[in-house]
């Protein structure tokens, strides 16, 4: 990768301030923005959470801070049907998160690029022409279909991306239909949350829509793609998976050896991760190179 200097706004101090916009269906969809101090035409990214995270966990807040202090403004936001409800940091909207389908993942994507380039959000602060989304685990898929459909994302940057959303099994399915709904665990622990059965129609419905690997083809921006080589939530050969479908000439597959999906991170997130510092100066060099 060439070399890029950072802007000057590095080591300025970090404004951050919470905002709430909706959705095309009307969702409330809340956030919140980073910027460095004095920064003004700066260009933006949208950071996406991966499945059962949210916007406060773990290092989300310090991937927003860090983006800012690297010359970006950032927006780290919860998806509507994410499970938690405004000002909350658990899952405390149970019934909303059994709703979430990609679809609805990607109407807020849509919702906040057009809050951007309509000045609503980040206006006077953040340069329209010039947004990158990030998306880590499952919101890196949500990353990098959003930017296949929609001209106003200029760059992609997937981080422990899956190249398929489709990861249920027949016997999964079956149950699924026939009980409703299908219970969600997390790291092998049963919990109180579960897919309805909306979440599978939306699935089958949008098999070609919903295609990863297509969506990679046709991309038309720069795609950086960054993976644990000891990931075992999503297997480094997905990561390749991803790299194999892309134009080349406009791609980069950086696998960060001996680290796992969250980048050595945890819940909470007290202390420096070296990975998630090559992390997160990959993908600034990667968007300041692009946007």
């Known amino acids: 990768m060439p070399s890029t200097e950072f802007p000057p706004s590095a080591g300025r101090a970090v404004i951050e301030y919470p905002f709430t916009l909706r959705n095309a269906s009307g969702d409330g969809i809340t956030g919140d923005l980073r910027h460095a101090e004095g920064g003004t035409g700066l260009p933006l990214l949208i950071v996406c959470h991966g499945f059962t995270a949210h916007k406060d966990w773990g290092p989300f807040p310090f991937f927003g801070r860090r983006l800012a202090a690297l010359g970006f403004a950032s927006v780290v936001f919860n998806f509507s049907h994410s499970g938690v409800g405004p000002g909350s940091r658990r899952f405390d909207e149970l019934e909303k998160f059994s709703r979430n389908t990609i679809g609805k993942e ?55 991306t899956v190249a398929s959303f489709y990861r249920y099994t027949p016997h999964q399915r079956e149950a699924w239909e026939r009980d409703g709904f299908l219970p969600v665990t997390v790291r092998g622990m049963r919990t109180r949350l579960r897919f309805g059965v909306d979440v599978l129609r939306d699935l089958e419905a949008n098999r070609d829509a919903y295609d990863i690997l297509r969506a990679v083809r046709t991309l038309n921006v720069p795609l950086l793609i960054v993976h644990g080589s000891a990931d075992v939530s999503v297997k480094p050969s ?10 080349h000439a406009k791609s980069q597959l950086v696998m960060i050896e001996g680290t796992g999906h969250a980048f050595g991170a945890k819940h909470p997130y007290r202390h420096g991760s070296a990975a998630v510092d090559q ?7 990667w968007f300041h190179m692009f946007l």
Do not use: C, F, M, N
Request: glycine letters at 20%.
């Open 106 to 160: 990607l109407e807020d994507v849509r919702a906040i690029v057009g809050a951007v380039a309509g000045g609503g959000l980040g206006g006077g602060i953040a340069d329209p022409s010039k947004i990158g989304i990030v998306g880590h685990s499952r919101g890196g898929g949500i990353a990098i279909l959003s930017a296949s459909q929609e001209s106003r994302i200029r760059g992609v940057a997937a981080w422990g």
């Open 279 to 285: 992390l997160l100066e990959l993908t600034a060099r």
């Open 238 to 247: 997905e990561a390749q998976s991803l790299y194999d479908a892309s134009d």
